[in-house]
Structure formats: C-alpha cells, structure tokens
C-alpha cells in the first residue's frame, strides 16, 4: 500500500484518528474529511492510528492542501515493537504498577493517578521493553492473574492483557515526538487516540477537543461481548448467574478506563446528540464539558434534488446502509412483507455495500425469497445519493444500534422523510429536541421500537398511502435539515471551538 | 464507526503461540551417530585387515585415512546435517511430504559440490606423492561418506530400524568379502573395498528414502531459500563437528605427539588408540539417552505445549512445566547412572582388556582418563539434545563454541604439561561444558514459561 505522509510541525489543530480517515470509508471519515475542507484558513494536522499495515488498503481521500501534517501508525505492527530482550525489571518499578492497577480496579471512580498522565512513566520508567520482556512483567501478570481467575485459560488471559496493553506504550512513543505539534489536540473518539491526546494534553497543557461519534467505550463493549473465541471453562456449579466471564470483563474495564483518562483530558466532550451526550456522562464526562454538535450535510446541494422528484410519491422504501447484522436488515425485510400484503406494488430497496458480512447479506436474500419478496425487495449495492434518493418514498433504518445517521440528515435535505427505530438519534432527528423550536418544526417520520416488523409496516404504509401524513413530514424534513444541520451551522461550531481553544493556549 | 475493535479482535483470535516447537531433537542423536558408527568401523577395518596385510605400517596408514575421511566428511556436513534434520521437521510438521525426496537429493548435490570445490583440490594436491589410484579413492568415499550423513538425517523419519540396521551390516559384510578380495593390492585395495561399501550403504539408504518420501520431482533446491536457513543451527553443526575432533588434530600435528602416515595425513600413536577405544565404551549410555528422549522426554514436551496452547489455566501449565524439568533430570540422571557403571567395570576390567587385544600397557592411564572424558561427552550429548528439544540455539551455539575453544586450549595445554597430562584436556574440556550445559538447562527450565509466553 502506498503510504503518503506530510510533514510540519506548524499548525493549529492536530487531529488523532483511529481506524478511520483517510485509509477507511465511513461516517467518521467524511466528518474529518468536511472539517478540514470546510476550514480552509486552519491548518491541520493528522495522525492515522491503524491496527496493522495489512488491515488497509491505500487512500480514500485526496488530501486537503489545509492538511499540513500527515503521519501513520500501526499499533499492532512488528515494526513498532522493540526487540526481543531479556530483561529483569526492578522491583521499585513494578510495586508502583501494582498501585495504579488497584487504583483502577477500584469499584468506585477515583482520580486518574499522576504516574499514568506523565509521558516518562511509559518512555523512562516503565518502557515497552519492560512490559513486554522483563521478568518482573511476567511475574506480575502471573500474580494477577492467580489473584483474579486462575481458572481461565492462561494462553487467553495473556493475550489479551498483552494485546490491549501494548498500544498503550506505542502511543506513549508517537506522543513523546508530537509535544511540538499544533496549539489544539482533536481526537473524534476516546481509545487509544483518546489517550494520545490526553497524553500530549497532559504533557504541554494544550487543549484537547474530544468529538465522539458513536460511544467508543459502548462499541467496544459489544465488541467483546460478541467475541466467540473468549472461552469460559468454567462449569454451570462454577458460574454465578449473570457473571461475566473475567477476561471480557478485564477488556471492558481497560477501555473504561482509557475512557475515563479522555474524559478528564478534554476541555470539550462533543458529542452528536442528547442521548449520546447522557451516555458520556454516565461513562465519567464532566458534564459542564460536554455539548452537542450535530453533523452538517451540504444542504443547497442536497434541496436541489427536491426538483428532480417524480410528482406522485414514489412507492418505494429505502434502507440506506451497510448490510450487516447491526442494521437488522431481516426486520425490514420482515416488514416488507407486512407492506406488500396491503400494497402489492411497494418496493424495498437495501442500499449499501454487501461485502462485510457475506453470510448475513445470502441469509437477507434467502428471507427474502422465503418471504415470496423476489420482485418487491431489491439489494442494489452501494449507490450514490444523489441518484438514489429522488427515487424513494421514504428512508428508513432498522438498526439495533445508531448513532447520528448522516444519510438521514441528507435524506432529509432531498425531502425524503424517514422510519426509524428509537436509537441514538432517531427521536431528535425525527421529532426535534435540540431545542422548542425545533420540537416546533414538527415530526419528519416516523419513530418505533426496534425489532417490530409490524409497527415498522404500518409506518410504512401511511407513509405511501396517506399523501398529506407524507407532504407535512417532508416539509418538517427540509425545514429541520436546513435550520440545524447544515454544513454551515457544523463548520461555524467548529470554528467557534477552535478559537476559543487557541485563545486558551494563548493564555 | 471509528477505532480498531474490529481489527483488535481478528488480532487476538489469531494469537496463538507462533513459536510452536518442531521436535527436531534427534538432532543430536542423529549428528552423534554415524560419528560413533564411523569410530567403531575404524577400529573394525583395521582388525578385518590384518590378517591380509603384511606389511602393518599399510594398514595404519588406512585407519589413519578412513579417520580423516571420517572427520573432514562430518566437519564439512555438521552444518547442514543439524540444519536439515530442521529442514525435514518443518516439512514433515507441514505433512509437505514430496518436498523431501527432492531437496534431499539437493542437498547431496550440495555436498558433492562443496567437497568437489573445497576439498578435492586440497586432497589430491596433498597425495600427488603418494598415489593417483589412492587419492581417487580417498575423494570418491569423501563424497559417498558425506552424502551419507545427510541421509542419515532422514532415518528417523523411516521408521523402518530393520532395514536401516540390516544396511548398515550387509555394506560391512560386503567390505570384509571385498577385503579379503583386494587385500592383495594393499593400501589402495583395502581403499577400493571401503569405498565399495560405503558405496553399498548409500544406495541401500537411499533406496530407503525414495520409498518412504515419494515425490514426482527429481532435484530441488528449496533448502537453500533464504527464509528456511538457520544461520545459528548451521553454525553450531559445524562448530560441533570441529570441536570434537579438534583435541585429535592437535595430537596429530603436535610435532611431541603426531607422526607422518601417508601424505599430509598423520595420527598420534599415544593419543589414538585409547580414545577412539573409550568412545566404543559410551554405546550403552546412548542407547539409553535415545530410549528416554524418545518416550519420557517427548511425552513431557508435548504435555507441556498442549497445555500452553489449549488453554490451560497457569497452575496446570506450571505442573506440566516440573514434568518436563523432571523427565530431562530423569534422562541425564539415568544416562550418568549407567555409564558410571559402565565406566567403573571397565575401569576394574581394562587391564585384562589390554591384555585380551595385546594392546600396550603404556596406553592404560590414557585409556583410564578417556573413559571420563568420553563419559562426558555423552552427558555434554545428552544436554545438547534436550536443548535443541527446547528449540535453544544461543544456549547450543555458546555451549558448542566453548567446547571447541576449551578443547583447543586445554588439549595443546596438555601437551605442554607433559604424557601425564594427555588427555585431561579433553576431559576437562567436556567437564566444564556439560556444567555449564546443566546451569543453562536448569535456567531454561526454571524460565521456561516465562519466555515461553513473554518471548513468542
């Protein structure tokens, strides 16, 4: 893979990304990539966080010419690794880490303790070679781990402590070189760029903005609680019920924790919506740091395709998103079904790339078939907005997680009303809440409960039938995209945030 | 969705240990034995010899021949003999069966051209006095005798120990008939028949291997690819080999202790004898060390690194950790024991022994040291093999570099001190590495798990 890479250490918000912009497509990626287009006059820089070199496949984005700085890292590359060297440790060292951990383990939320913010604890003190060769290192997992579950398998428990942990010294490392760089730390999520800024924060004093577009920590969670390959030996007599097995425990308690260490980093928790901005302070926010900025889309753009609109409403369903599990494609398939008994002509596009879960995308198009739907569900694969979006009735989401989705807001602006299932933003995004106004605008849709094929087919067909119910939702639509979430409106906060960030680190 | 979850969990279902050990541990069993089978058959062509010979300086001087033929072939394919028996385990771990065959052929080719290079040139230079039909034999059962060593690597992947041994005696029958054929023509007779034999041998084994390992390809050189090279372990066969035969060099070219024999070759009528007489003595003691690596040691090794990598919780990983300690302590404690026992009645019987083959008396104090010093090198042996179980390559590398200088040292020392001292050299050279094999063995074994985990 082609590897491009700028350098310079003069410029004004040094942005952390993990896993995203501009080596993978996504939600996360065109915010950062509209952020630093949309500010031309700031001069940005950009540090990439990748698990390994092979996880990526080339650029997504042209760089911005605003782009000053450009950097890559791979947490979990070989290259980042010290070499292989047998080393004792001291005990002096080892006995503090004992400390912090008890700190952490602790049931209530105490203060991140000084030795974990402090950059030489990882490069001087307790260096990567340490933790991953020494003796004492060894020594110490094998006491926690007899301490905590010495009825897991040990091979599992190792593993994953060391895996988790070892970015955390590559990042102590990446951040030790950055301390010139930028006047403001931006990361769009906590883990480990979370850390990365908190450590550079830490070190220099420089204000760090922290921009969460779904709930880092939460995602993690449900990461680990799908994992199949975490084994639990124990016997039904060993487990208590509603205990969780202690390594899936041990993960969620680490990301937790960097959570934590962001959070109190950050002189600005974003988030994109209500809900999401309650589940940060629930996680640890202060929440006199926090505050929401809703995703802006290019809304004169976007109301064009207004015009371009059949006159009668098209009869036609669309779910735009990635076919995978989290999206619950099979409810809105199900739902289809319900719909087409009442109205034989409707249609049900799933819009999106199939590629990610291949057996769950054959498993939709056999319900599909199994439900007679082979003429009123289509899976048309990833297609542009712009050509798509004229053609639909209404778009819909049946997802079983969410956070603020971008397509909704677009869909929005091109007056396309929309169903969605009550998760992350769905309710502001569909009945208003950021403020009375908005409530005021009135409702742009539709809002049920998750995994009710039913409430979501009677949705659907009022949508289609009832013209009046659909004119007043697209009006409230335009209306709500244009007065809150435009382009404008995303890239003024922004601007906003930074200025008040440089006048700080000015002072 | 941003971070690297996603990543982060395909990450640590692959993690597993990488650094899964091969057994390859017949390494030193295997680089051991023909160098005691090649011992045993020079004292033996000397005795089938004499009684159609008689002139006796001829057949010194054919011992003395075979004995470097001996020597330069296992020093000039130590290197790779280690490095193929790792070569062949890997393959056979990855069940790549039909790359066997071909690379073995390879790997001959190899060795034919090395010696083709390195050594003939210098032979048939250092016998232009002596005697072309004599130097054409000498550099045929060169390359007959190195190629041999290299299959010998693949003869525990037979399986087929019948066979094996019935080789080994049907090619020594043959030289004995063809001894007797062309004793008339001496040294170069004699010469002619060995090589016949060995001749013999190597077809036979390479019969063997054809049939065991089938393959639709002919010569490959897939060894020599540079990720499949382990610079350590073909360092150390080769340091090995020149360590053990380093103590004899020396007699042989001390101008005190060494005599001209044929050619540039010499031998060192004081020292020879009662060494290659006391190596015959450790015969028990491998077989011994074979039968517990073979069963006790490898049952312990697995039940180690199944528990490491089926998930076993840490106290059963550390009750297999003492399992396996126990069965190295159990091996070299078992090899030490019967050897002492060996070493002590051949101690009581060496005189009657001497007079039995009318061998001189003047060798016994010699011979008494010897059978200490050989002794030790089977321990020093022993060790090797539990270490190169262990996939230890520095330990070996150090332990077999320290040989080798201590031997040099301590055997040229010897001779300064005088005949009395012959032969404490050697044996204190073996002494010092087999203590040293037992400290690195014992810190292996207590960090075992350790580097296991920390270092794979």
């Not at chain 1, 990304?17 to 630093?36: C, M």
């Not at chain 1, 995308?361 to 048309?380: G, Q, S, V």
Request: proline letters at 4%; charged letters at 20%.
């Amino acid at each position: 893979m082609k590897e491009e890479s700028r350098s310079c250490a003069d410029i004004d918000v040094l942005l952390l990304g993990e896993g995203t912009y501009p080596y993978v497509r996504g939600g996360v990626s065109s915010w950062i990539h509209d952020l630093i287009t949309g500010l031309p006059r700031i001069n940005f820089g950009l540090v990439f966080l990748g698990a390994r070199r092979q996880d990526y496949t080339g650029l997504k984005y042209p760089l911005p010419d605003n782009l000053r700085h450009f950097e890559t890292h791979y947490l979990f590359d070989p290259s980042e690794r010290p070499r292989k060297n047998l080393i004792e440790g001291t005990k002096k060292v080892y006995t503090l880490v004992a400390g912090i951990h008890s700190t952490f383990r602790g049931r209530e939320k105490m203060a991140i303790p000084d030795k974990v913010k402090n950059l030489d604890f990882y490069n001087k003190e307790v260096t990567f070679k340490h933790y991953l060769f020494s003796r004492r290192s060894w020594d110490f997992i094998s006491e926690q781990y007899s301490r905590h579950c010495p009825k897991m398998p040990f091979l599992d428990y190792f593993w994953t402590l060391r895996n988790i942990h070892s970015p955390i010294w590559v990042v102590a490392g990446i951040a030790q070189k950055l301390l010139k760089h930028g006047r403001v730390l931006h990361s769009p999520s906590t883990g480990y760029a979370g850390l990365l800024g908190s450590l550079i924060h830490f070190q220099t004093g420089k204000p760090l903005i922290l921009t969460e577009h779904g709930i880092y920590t939460r995602e993690r969670k449900i990461d680990i609680l799908k994992a199949e390959w975490i084994v639990d030996t124990r016997t039904f007599l060993e487990k208590n019920a509603g205990e969780m097995n202690y390594i899936r425990e041990l993960w969620i308690r680490f990301f937790e924790t960097m959570g934590r260490i962001a959070y109190s980093a950050a002189d600005e928790v974003i988030s994109l919506f209500e809900q999401a901005r309650d589940i940060q302070v629930a996680y640890g926010a202060a929440p006199g740091s926090t505050r929401v900025v809703p995703n802006g889309i290019d809304f004169v753009r976007l109301n064009a395709l207004v015009a371009a609109r059949p006159e009668r409403v098209p009869k036609v369903i669309g779910l735009i998103g990635r076919v995978v599990s989290i999206k619950d494609i099979k409810t809105f398939i199900k739902a289809m079904r319900v719909t087409v008994n009442r109205l034989p002509e409707a249609q049900g596009w799933i819009i999106g790339p199939q590629e990610e879960d291949p057996e769950y995308t054959a498993e939709c198009k056999m319900l599909a078939e199994a439900l007679n739907l082979e003429d009123n569900i289509k899976f048309t694969g990833f297609r542009k907005i712009e050509e798509v979006l004229p053609q639909l009735g209404a778009v819909t989401l049946t997802s079983v997680s969410e956070g603020m989705p971008l397509s909704v807001i677009e869909a929005f602006a091109a007056g396309v009303p929309a169903v969605l299932t009550d998760v992350g933003a769905a309710r502001q995004l569909v009945e208003g809440g950021l403020d009375a106004e908005d409530t005021a605008i009135g409702k742009a849709g539709e809002v049920v409960g998750i995994s009710d094929p039913q409430a979501l087919s009677l949705a659907y067909i009022r949508m289609l039938e009832d013209e009046r119910h659909w004119k007043s939702c697209q009006t409230a639509a335009i209306e709500r995209a244009r007065k809150y979430y435009t382009r404008e409106k995303f890239l003024h906060a922004y601007g906003e945030i930074y200025e008040k960030a440089f006048a700080k680190w000015r002072a | 969705m941003a971070g690297i979850g996603f990543e982060l969990s395909k990450i640590l279902k692959g993690s597993r240990l990488s650094s899964l050990l091969r057994a390859y541990g017949y390494s030193m069993v295997i680089a051991s034995g023909p160098w005691l089978i090649s011992i045993v058959s020079v004292l033996l062509t000397g005795y089938i010899a004499k009684p159609f010979i008689k002139d006796s300086a001829q057949i010194t001087q054919f011992q003395v021949s075979i004995t470097y033929l001996i020597a330069f072939s296992l020093i000039f394919t130590g290197h790779l003999q280690l490095y193929y028996t790792r070569y062949i385990a890997d393959r056979i771990y990855e069940t790549d069966y039909s790359r066997i065959l071909p690379n073995t052929l390879g790997v001959i080719l190899f060795v034919m051209g090395l010696f083709a290079v390195l050594l003939y040139p210098v032979f048939i230079y250092s016998f232009r006095n002596v005697s072309a039909m004599f130097a054409l034999f000498f550099i045929l059962t060169l390359g007959i005798m190195g190629s041999i060593w290299i299959l010998n690597t693949l003869l525990t992947g037979i399986k087929n120990y019948k066979y094996v041994t019935f080789s080994f005696l049907f090619a020594y029958l043959v030289t004995i008939v063809c001894t007797y054929y062309l004793a008339k023509y001496g040294l170069k007779g004699l010469m002619a028949a060995y090589f016949t034999g060995q001749t013999l041998l190597f077809f036979m084994l390479l019969a063997a291997i054809i049939r065991a390992f089938p393959s639709t390809r002919l010569v490959e050189f897939d060894f020599l690819r540079m990720n499949r090279l382990y610079p350590i372990i073909m360092a150390t066969g080769i340091i090995y080999n020149l360590a053990i035969w380093v103590d004899k060099f020396i007699f042989w070219y001390h101008p005190e202790t060494g005599d001209n024999v044929i050619g540039p070759l010499r031998n060192s009528i004081i020292y020879d004898l009662p060494i290659f007489l006391s190596y015959l003595a450790i015969a028990p003691g491998m077989s011994v060390m074979f039968l517990r690596l073979e069963t006790d040691f490898v049952d312990a090794y697995d039940g180690y690194f199944t528990a490491v990598n089926s998930g076993e919780n840490l106290r059963r990983i550390y009750n297999r950790n003492s399992e396996l300690a126990l069965a190295a302590r159990l091996l070299l404690t078992e090899v030490l024991r019967l050897q002492t026992i060996v070493t002590i009645v051949l101690l009581m019987l060496s005189e009657k022994i001497f007079d039995f083959f009318q061998f001189p008396k003047i060798y016994l104090p010699l011979f008494y040291i010897d059978l200490i010093g050989t002794q030790m090198q089977l321990l020093f042996i022993s060790i090797l093999s539990i270490l190169f179980y262990l996939n230890r390559q520095m330990e070996t590398l150090a332990l077999t570099s320290l040989l080798l200088i201590l031997n040099i040292a301590l055997s040229y020392l010897s001779i300064q001190l005088g005949p009395f001292f012959h032969g404490y050299g050697f044996t204190l050279s073996f002494f010092i590495v087999s203590v040293s094999g037992i400290l690195f063995l014992n810190r292996v074994m207590r960090r075992i798990n350790y580097e296991t985990f920390m270092f794979s």
